[in-house]
């Protein structure tokens, strides 16, 4: 089985920097995505980490440490429309599907 | 960019009605998939299909629902008798090969009365 939990809220200022952690439990690991989907919308691709380390996107960075089961994702530079739910996803070995944490809805203030 | 497309973007039927939710996956892709996420909730695996067969399913996706690739763009979603508790979100996504990012349409907002 597998068990993602991520922070349900988080609240950041305008040109800030903020981290979302990701903690999983799987019985399998082939890579751990990130999503961002705003409120009615359809969840947008990231950034992905298959082995541990850092990834840098732009202003979006994830890093991964598979022996500690965790994951972040970092967001520099905030700006409003970054308000959003970020969703961690981890992909198991056994095929494709996604599993999905339930998501940390960010709001940031000006 | 290409995009997964999804239609109806919103389906509303009676309890005990049969629906059918369409994609069109990216043109090149060759796995599929269907997601939906009760609204409030996590996103959740239903299915995948590949080599036209499904190659995983959960729980959720018991008897009534079904897949079908009727053609070489459509992907399609069957609720043969759908009940309140269906009423979701329901997201198609594609990848081209094994390890790529899961690419979603911009779903169908399904309510069942």
């Known amino acids: 089985g597998q068990n993602i939990d991520q922070p349900t809220e988080m609240t950041a200022t305008e040109g800030a920097i903020v981290q979302i952690n990701c903690t999983y439990q799987?019985?399998?690991?082939?890579?751990l995505f990130w999503y961002q989907q705003h409120a009615g919308e359809a969840p947008t691709f990231l950034s992905y980490?298959?082995?541990?380390g850092l990834e840098e996107k732009g202003r979006f960075s994830s890093f991964l440490s598979r022996s500690k089961g965790y994951s972040y994702l970092l967001l520099k530079e905030l700006q409003m429309k970054d308000s959003a739910s970020y969703l961690c996803?981890?992909?198991?070995?056994?095929?494709?599907?996604?599993?999905f944490g339930g998501g940390t809805r960010l709001m940031v203030k000006p | 960019e290409p995009e997964v497309t999804q239609t109806p973007s919103h389906q509303v039927t009676q309890m005990g009605q049969e629906v059918i939710l369409r994609c069109v996956p990216i043109?090149?892709?060759?796995?599929f998939y269907w997601y939906r996420q009760i609204l409030g909730q996590k996103v959740e695996f239903l299915v995948s299909?590949?080599?036209?067969?499904?190659?995983?399913k959960s729980e959720i996706f018991d008897d009534q629902f079904s897949v079908e690739r009727p053609d070489g763009s459509n992907f399609t979603l069957k609720i043969r008798s759908t009940k309140l508790e269906d009423s979701a979100m329901y997201f198609c996504?594609?990848?081209?090969?094994?390890?790529?990012?899961?690419?979603f349409g911009d779903g169908t907002r399904l309510s069942i009365l």
């Open positions: 299909f590949y080599n036209n067969e499904i190659s995983e």
């Open positions: 799987t019985s399998g690991f082939n890579g």
């Open positions: 996803a981890v992909r198991d070995n056994a095929g494709n599907m996604l599993t």
């Open positions: 996504a594609s990848i081209l090969g094994v390890g790529q990012p899961q690419h």
């Open positions: 043109s090149n892709h060759l796995y």
């Open positions: 980490n298959v082995l541990d």
